[in-house]
């Protein structure tokens, strides 16, 4: 019988309570009654203390709930242009971090840019998202920003040129998101070197047409949960039929939406006996179709519909308070449960699971990576034709511990990079290196970079371009 830790805890409890009792009453015996009821109210008294400090805190650290992400029907969200929100997570009070974010008229955490670039100016783009977008930092402790300040200060005298680096991160986005932002705002700007990095959330995300994640659109607590097709859907085949593209994708095998069997048999046999090349040279040959969300207008609807129905007319609004003490004991029963859940994981995803795979509504790992490589094909060559150097930042093997899995997606990353001329970046080794030294580079409660991983990603892309501009 499993046990849960609140009921462990409440057990403990409740024995520790009885046996104090007994103890008293077999000591003190009459004096035992005023004993355990002084004990009681400094036990009570201690908690109020710890409550009310709480809450004070949370008054003066409180966090919001922003609807800053709006509708769009190429690219299913963006930013909302020229706004302004304080970013905070979302428990009920500002735990970690709450920076001012400013968005500009174009939808991206940047300061306006000129399409039209001045004399001299080396330029460098940023795609990817939320950990490009970085909104748990302020803007100058951002990868990006600190990336800029060191080019102008390293080289801008020695080489009388101008640095601006181009941020274009949107939270949630999957590679084809990224792809389009790029054909969309990005390609405009002539960017010479643009940087993608890249996990396995991206690559997930391209291959689903559905987000779920009610609280960053204002989807919930209206007439159903149900997902919304608020994606593009990336295909690599020549045409997918209509009649598929809803509902009834629930009940298809994906692996057949996104790559035609046959093509799929041969690749994977192809895989298998590591003829990189042939894999590439056959991958670029089959087409990519991305789909736009079907569901755009019902999903700008329902947001409207939550911002004046939830949020009175505003798409922020404060997180309302919670209990302070509540919060302590669900941290200390989710540190010992990932303490216990690590203990239990068990890494048997072999390379027969990675290319069948065993769900119907999730196409393979394999799969998957196929749809973002050619992705990453097309994105690095449009790059690459537009006069820019195209850098691939893989951090795959930092932020998802299936390592066969990870270690499958970046040796593909490597392939196709050297396959075509993208210079390749092993990102979470730094990363890797800088957790095994003890140094945090994600916050404690919060997946994304903090300020020193921002430091480490801005350094690393440093490192490359300070190659270029001394050779």
């Known amino acids: ?90 428990h009920w009070y500002a735990r970690e971090f709450s920076p001012q974010v400013k968005i500009n008229s174009q939808g991206f955490r940047d300061f306006e840019r000129k399409i039209q670039r001045e004399k001299n100016t080396v330029r460098i783009a940023l795609l990817g998202d939320s950990m490009i977008a970085a909104r748990e930092v302020d803007f100058d402790k951002t990868a990006g920003q600190l ?86 859907l990336s295909t690599i085949k020549k045409e997918l039929p209509r009649s598929l593209y809803k509902k009834e994708l629930d009940d298809f095998i994906l692996d057949y939406l996104y790559i035609n069997k046959i093509n799929l048999e041969r690749i994977k046999a192809l895989v298998e006996s590591k003829k990189s090349s042939e894999v590439i040279s056959l991958l670029e040959r089959l087409p990519l179709s991305i789909y736009p969300p079907s569901d755009y207008e019902k999903f700008l609807e329902k947001q409207n519909l939550y911002i004046e129905k939830k949020m009175e007319g505003e798409r922020t609004s404060k997180i309302p308070a919670s209990f302070f003490l509540s919060d302590i004991f669900v941290s200390i029963s989710d540190k010992i449960n990932s303490i216990s859940n690590k203990k239990r994981v068990k890494h048997d995803h072999n390379e027969e699971k990675m290319f069948i795979g065993d ?104 490192n490359l371009l300070q190659k270029e501009f001394t050779k």
């Open 147 to 232: 990336l800029e300040k060191k080019l102008n200060e390293e080289f801008g005298a020695i080489t009388g040129k101008n640095f601006e680096v181009l941020n274009f991160g949107v939270a949630g986005y999957g590679l084809d998101q990224t792809y389009l932002t790029w054909t969309k705002f990005a390609s405009a700007f002539k960017p010479d070197y643009v940087f993608v990095n890249i996990f396995d959330k991206n690559y997930f995300r391209s291959i689903s047409n559905t987000w779920c994640q009610q609280g960053m659109f204002g989807l919930y607590d209206l007439e159903d949960l149900d997902c919304l097709y608020i994606r593009p």
């Open 1 to 90: 019988m499993n046990i849960t830790f609140p009921y462990f805890i409440l057990s403990l409890l409740a024995v520790g309570l009885f046996s104090y009792i007994i103890f008293l009453f077999f000591y003190f015996r009459l004096k035992a009654v005023f004993i355990f009821l002084a004990s009681l109210l400094c036990l009570i008294s201690l908690g109020v203390v710890v409550e009310i400090g709480g809450q004070v805190y949370g008054y003066l650290n409180p966090s919001y709930i922003n609807l800053v992400l709006v509708p769009d029907s190429l690219l299913g969200w963006k930013f909302l242009p020229s706004s302004e929100h304080t970013h905070t997570g979302q």
């Open 359 to 462: 769900d119907k509504n999730f196409p393979t790992w394999l799969t998957t990576n196929l749809v973002n490589l050619k992705i990453f094909q097309i994105l690095g060559n449009t790059v690459k034709q537009s006069g820019g150097r195209f850098i691939i930042m893989d951090s795959f093997k930092f932020f998802n511990h299936f390592t066969q899995y990870m270690n499958f997606s970046s040796i593909w990353l490597e392939k196709l990079s050297r396959f075509y001329g993208f210079k390749y970046i092993p990102f979470y080794k730094k990363l890797n290196e800088s957790k095994n030294n003890g140094i945090q580079v994600k916050w404690k409660y919060d997946p994304h970079l903090n300020e020193k991983g921002n430091e480490i990603f801005a350094d690393v892309m440093f």
